[in-house]
């Protein structure tokens, strides 16, 4: 295991450029259906930033008016100008947020959708490089993150934007002179918003990672919290959890110092522009170059618009931190996800399994050639055990049966067709698996056998569960079938969790069965009630059975006998026995002998 803090260090830093912007700019695919409201709300986003500029003319016109020989009724007019003005700003503000939600929700439902249903979709060489805890978090913190930036951040950001350049239209109006001094003040505020943010945005990408990494821990220690249990490895976990979460609020209090400098320069360079401007305003009015009401108009938008300056350095960073987002979930979205038609036309498999020369290297770890040549034959009905220590091919030949991945070389063929040649969903449908470890979804008995065929009656599921010898102890459950298993099943016991998994490996009715070391986890009295469950099951389909003890394959048609990818001995139990000095024959006599289970 990797010491503290040295994890995810050398993870791909993302480097913000035009590719990756262009890259981000996918996820407004999602919104394209969303176009037309999108922009009725930028219509109202613009009418409520320009309302907010003209209400400075009006209090200067307000501020004249006291001075001059205007009526009471010109000053009431006023007023009631300024009284329109803010019920019009107020319900285009309303509209603003609530298209701007609808459109942001909308799409970000397409998008989670959308990156649900690809993730699944995905081969089985692309979890085995994953983390569950990372995968998670770009699905949870990631699309929430663009939630609050689709909502909030970038209508804010907009409307800086607008009230940045409209100010400086109007400060123009107001008075050219003054406008043009005044930005003399702003290249230097920009320069150095520019580097500030460039640093906040590296900082922020470096938090994202840390938390996501954090995340992950926190996801792995509370799925193999038993084990953490067991070793009494909460003090590891503790101190695994604490270096990341520390890294975390380092980062973030560097972060936080930055924007503290920030802010003090932008306050000090806003609030110095301001002082500076009005100095100049009042030498003008001495001059008789400006009235006091437009003097009060420019310096009420200068410190709209010195707001807004103020207000975008954060703003783009946050921005920023929705780009590296949104790229990290268009990543997901440009694997290539396998070739699964859902609605592709059933084509029924007799069960016959032939591997010809079969060579397999997984691609995380292509430099181990783990099957080597393999060829063998199952023909319909047949039972084909499959005996080797660990690391022998057993499990990485249930996978390929299952096209979890492809052969590196050699071909698998079903009924003399070539495995690649049929759709994979049609396959898999006729390919059930028990394995050694079962893992049920978090809902009902019978949501989990009813996974085997989402659309069986209740019926055949209780017909299914009485073939599996479950339907006792579910039937002695108060809630029966509607018992719910806990998470991973952890309310039930392994041998129930093996019959339910049975249970629904036989609602699933299929040509070919896979075994996966099914029972070699179990008590002696679980053994005899799942191996007679599966002795059911086996009758009439082709079978690979994963063997832990030999005493389950006695009665298997051919048993082949592995070691490091290679068949070295195949026969029935009989004929491997009588082989003088053969690995079966030692593996028999130390098994049959003892209690103990010599291969793993």
């Given at each position: 295991?990797?010491?503290?803090?040295?994890?995810?260090?050398?993870?791909?830093?993302?480097?913000?450029?035009?590719?990756?912007?262009?890259?981000?700019?996918?996820?407004?695919?999602?919104?394209?259906?969303?176009?037309?409201?999108?922009?009725?709300?930028?219509?109202?986003?613009?009418?409520?930033?320009?309302?907010?500029?003209?209400?400075?003319?009006?209090?200067?016109?307000?501020?004249?008016a006291?001075?001059?020989?205007?009526?009471?009724?010109?000053?009431n007019?006023?007023?009631?100008?300024?009284?329109?003005?803010f019920?019009?700003?107020?319900?285009?503000?309303?509209?603003?947020?609530?298209?701007?939600?609808?459109?942001?929700?909308?799409?970000?439902?397409?998008?989670?959708?959308?990156?649900?249903?690809?993730?699944?979709?995905?081969?089985?060489?692309?979890?085995?490089?994953k983390?569950?805890?990372?995968?998670?978090?770009?699905?949870?913190?990631?699309?929430?993150?663009?939630?609050?930036?689709?909502?909030?951040?970038?209508?804010e950001?907009?409307?800086?934007?607008?009230?940045?350049?409209?100010?400086?239209?109007v400060?123009?109006?107001?008075?050219?002179?003054?406008?043009?001094?005044?930005?003399?003040?702003?290249?230097?505020?920009?320069?150095?918003?520019?580097?500030?943010?460039?640093?906040?945005?590296?900082?922020?990408?470096?938090?994202?990672?840390?938390?996501?990494?954090?995340?992950?821990?926190?996801?792995?220690?509370?799925?193999g919290?038993?084990?953490?249990?067991?070793?009494?490895?909460?003090?590891?976990?503790?101190?695994?959890?604490?270096?990341?979460?520390?890294?975390v609020?380092?980062?973030?209090?560097?972060?936080?110092?930055?924007?503290?400098?920030?802010?003090?320069?932008?306050?000090?360079?806003?609030?110095?522009?301001?002082?500076?401007?009005?100095?100049?305003?009042?030498?003008?009015?001495?001059?008789?170059?400006i009235?006091?009401?437009?003097?009060?108009?420019?310096?009420?938008?200068?410190?709209?618009?010195?707001?807004s300056?103020?207000?975008l350095?954060?703003?783009?960073?946050?921005?920023?931190?929705?780009?590296?987002?949104?790229?990290?979930?268009?990543?997901i979205?440009?694997?290539?996800?396998?070739?699964?038609?859902?609605?592709?036309?059933?084509?029924?498999?007799?069960?016959?399994?032939?591997?010809?020369?079969?060579?397999?290297?997984?691609?995380?770890?292509?430099?181990?050639?783990?099957l080597?040549?393999?060829?063998?034959?199952?023909?319909?009905?047949?039972?084909?055990?499959?005996v080797?220590?660990?690391?022998?091919g057993?499990?990485?030949?249930?996978?390929?049966?299952?096209?979890?991945?492809?052969?590196?070389?050699?071909?698998?063929?079903?009924?003399?067709?070539?495995?690649?040649?049929?759709?994979?969903?049609?396959?898999?449908?006729?390919?059930?698996?028990?394995?050694?470890?079962?893992?049920?979804?978090?809902?009902?008995?019978?949501?989990?056998i009813?996974?085997?065929?989402?659309?069986?009656s209740?019926?055949?599921i209780?017909?299914?569960?009485?073939?599996a010898?479950?339907?006792?102890?579910?039937?002695?459950?108060?809630?029966g079938?509607?018992?719910?298993?806990?998470?991973?099943?952890?309310?039930?016991?392994?041998?129930?969790?093996?019959?339910?998994?049975?249970?629904?490996?036989?609602?699933?009715?299929?040509?070919?069965?896979?075994?996966?070391?099914?029972?070699?986890?179990?008590?002696?009295?679980?053994?005899?009630?799942?191996?007679?469950?599966?002795?059911a099951?086996?009758?009439?389909?082709?079978?690979?059975v994963?063997?832990?003890?030999?005493?389950?394959?006695?009665?298997?048609?051919?048993?082949?006998?592995?070691?490091?990818?290679e068949?070295?001995?195949?026969?029935?139990?009989?004929?491997?026995?009588?082989?003088?000095?053969?690995?079966?024959?030692?593996?028999?006599?130390?098994?049959?002998?003892?209690?103990?289970?010599?291969?793993?």
């Open positions: 295991m990797a010491p503290f803090g040295k994890r995810n260090k050398d993870k791909e830093k993302i480097k913000i450029s035009k590719d990756t912007v262009k890259k981000a700019m996918k996820i407004f695919t999602y919104m394209k259906p969303y176009r037309t409201t999108y922009f009725i709300g930028l219509i109202f986003l613009i009418l409520s930033s320009s309302v907010g500029l003209i209400f400075p003319l009006f209090i200067g016109e307000l501020v004249d006291s001075n001059t020989e205007s009526t009471l009724d010109n000053i007019q006023i007023g009631i100008n300024l009284l329109i003005l019920i019009g700003q107020s319900i285009f503000s309303y509209f603003r947020i609530v298209l701007f939600v609808n459109v942001t929700e909308k799409t970000l439902a397409s998008l989670r959708r959308s990156i649900y249903s690809h993730l699944i979709k995905l081969p089985m060489s692309y979890f085995s490089s983390r569950v805890g990372e995968l998670n978090s770009r699905i949870a913190t990631d699309v929430s993150l663009l939630q609050d930036t689709f909502t909030t951040t970038s209508a950001f907009l409307r800086q934007i607008i009230t940045l350049v409209g100010g400086i239209g400060l123009l109006f107001v008075s050219a002179e003054l406008a043009l001094f005044m930005l003399g003040t702003l290249p230097l505020i920009i320069i150095f918003a520019v580097i500030f943010g460039k640093k906040l945005r590296t900082l922020s990408k470096k938090a994202q990672d840390e938390v996501a990494a954090s995340n992950t821990i926190v996801e792995e220690t509370l799925q919290i038993a084990n953490v249990k067991a070793f009494a490895n909460e003090w590891y976990e503790k101190a695994r959890y604490n270096v990341k979460i520390t890294e609020s380092q980062i973030g209090i560097k972060a936080g110092r930055l924007r503290g400098a920030f802010a003090s320069f932008i306050v000090f360079g806003v609030f110095g522009a301001i002082a500076a401007v009005i100095w100049y305003g009042v030498r003008m009015i001495h001059e008789g170059e009235g006091i009401g437009d003097l009060t108009s420019f310096l009420m938008i200068t410190l709209i618009v010195g707001v300056v103020g207000s350095a954060d703003l783009y960073s946050q921005i920023q931190k929705a780009i590296g987002a949104t790229e990290k979930l268009m990543e979205l440009d694997e290539t996800p396998e070739e699964i038609n859902e609605k592709a036309a059933y084509e029924k498999i007799a069960g016959n399994i032939r591997f010809d020369g079969v060579k397999f290297a997984y691609p995380s770890r292509k430099d181990i050639t783990v080597k040549s393999l060829s063998f034959e199952a023909k319909e009905g047949e039972q084909i055990a499959l080797g220590t660990s690391g022998a057993k499990s990485t030949i249930a996978s390929l049966l299952m096209r979890f991945y492809d052969t590196t070389e050699g071909q698998i063929s079903y009924d003399n067709k070539d495995a690649k040649s049929y759709e994979l969903s049609n396959l898999r449908r006729q390919i059930a698996i028990v394995p050694q470890e079962v893992l049920l979804f978090g809902g009902s008995i019978k949501e989990n009813a996974y085997g065929k989402p659309d069986a209740e019926e055949e209780k017909t299914a569960a009485d073939k010898n479950a339907l006792a102890f579910i039937e002695e459950f108060p809630e079938f509607d018992t719910l298993v806990g998470d991973r099943g952890i309310q039930l016991s392994g041998g129930q969790r093996q019959r339910i998994a049975i249970a629904r490996a036989i609602l699933r009715d299929p040509s070919i069965l896979i075994l996966d070391e099914a029972t070699s986890a179990l008590d002696s009295e679980s053994e005899r009630l799942v191996q007679g469950a599966l002795d099951l086996m009758k009439g389909r082709t079978s690979i994963i063997a832990h003890r030999l005493s389950t394959i006695r009665k298997a048609d051919k048993i082949l006998v592995l070691e490091k990818g068949i070295i001995e195949s026969g029935s139990h009989d004929e491997l026995s009588r082989v003088a000095g053969g690995t079966y024959q030692n593996l028999s006599k130390l098994q049959f002998a003892s209690d103990q289970d010599p291969i793993g």
